[in-house]
């Protein structure tokens, strides 16, 4: 249940579908809203809507992977293992980029998951592929904080490990929490106590959540938090300073979608803007709904 320890309402079925109607759109339409971003320099002027318009929203691994384990879900029930949801991603060739893709090498060569994730057959194990795919088991636990953390470690091992599968628990507990807090800050709180205190992931974390409650304009926290953590993991996809950056717009964004987007791709040049802003959408969505 929640860590804050107080009873929760019931939620209804019609509010619950709502909810996750929210979480998906807020993950799609952050997704392309953040594309132009994605590995570029950050936009220096507010972004208002997507760069061209679309009729339906195009195949992108922020998104399908979850898909994929829906498949799974369905097939196998809740009591899913991680070696089935590997089974299902090297069924559907899911893997296009990162620790995503070596893990579908992996599943191709013959390994099963949670080897797939394992630094022993995946070099990017550290990266954003696990952050970006847990969503789902936010939206599948909700107000049920440790149980979508949970959900998240196991099921992030088919395509990381360590600071990856860190990821994956901090966004899903956000996504959570976001069914019944309506404070960003509380759900980044929260969530993050969920992270070892030893680990990266958390120190960046932690690093953010200081630097904010102190006072610090949210441009110059970026830039600390790129200087900090950016020579550790230069990677474009890294997981430990763009989840910072999630927890960033979240915290500056003040519930709103358009502003926390905007935080994310215009915090730092050569992020992962896109994966960043699904994140941070799907916890504005699970919190405020479509």
Not at 156 to 179: I, P
Not at 197 to 209: A, G, K, V
Request: hydrophobic share 40%; charged share 20%; glycine share 10%.
């Amino acid at each position: 249940g929640s860590l804050a320890g107080a009873p929760r309402p019931p939620l209804s079925a019609a509010e619950y579908e709502r909810r996750v109607l929210g979480a998906w759109l807020g993950q799609i339409v952050g997704t392309i809203v953040g594309w132009p971003y994605e590995g570029k320099v950050a936009a220096a002027a507010p972004v208002t809507g997507y760069a061209q318009p679309y009729s339906y929203a195009p195949v992108d691994d922020d998104y399908y992977y979850e898909i994929v384990a829906l498949r799974a879900f369905e097939r196998h029930g809740p009591a899913l293992t991680v070696e089935q949801l590997g089974e299902q991603w090297k069924q559907d060739q899911a893997g296009s980029w990162g620790s995503s893709e070596q893990a579908r090498l992996a599943l191709e060569r013959g390994v099963r998951a949670p080897a797939t994730g394992h630094p022993r057959h995946n070099r990017w194990f550290h990266t954003i592929g696990p952050q970006f795919s847990a969503d789902v088991y936010g939206m599948l636990a909700p107000g049920h904080l440790n149980r979508a953390g949970e959900l998240a470690r196991r099921f992030a091992h088919v395509n990381g490990y360590a600071e990856g599968a860190d990821g994956a628990v901090f966004v899903a507990g956000m996504v959570s929490e976001a069914f019944f807090e309506t404070d960003p800050r509380t759900v980044v709180r929260r969530a993050a106590r969920l992270i070892h205190p030893e680990s990266n992931y958390r120190r960046s974390l932690d690093q953010m959540i200081r630097r904010a409650e102190a006072g610090v304009p949210w441009r110059r926290i970026a830039r600390e938090l790129e200087d900090t953590w950016r020579p550790e993991y230069p990677a474009l996809n890294n997981a430990v300073p763009n989840g910072a950056l999630v927890a960033l717009g979240l915290w500056f964004g003040e519930g709103d979608f358009l502003k926390t987007v905007n935080v994310i791709v215009q915090a730092a040049d050569y992020s992962d803007a896109d994966c960043n802003a699904a994140n941070a959408g799907a916890v504005i969505g699970a919190m405020r709904g479509p």
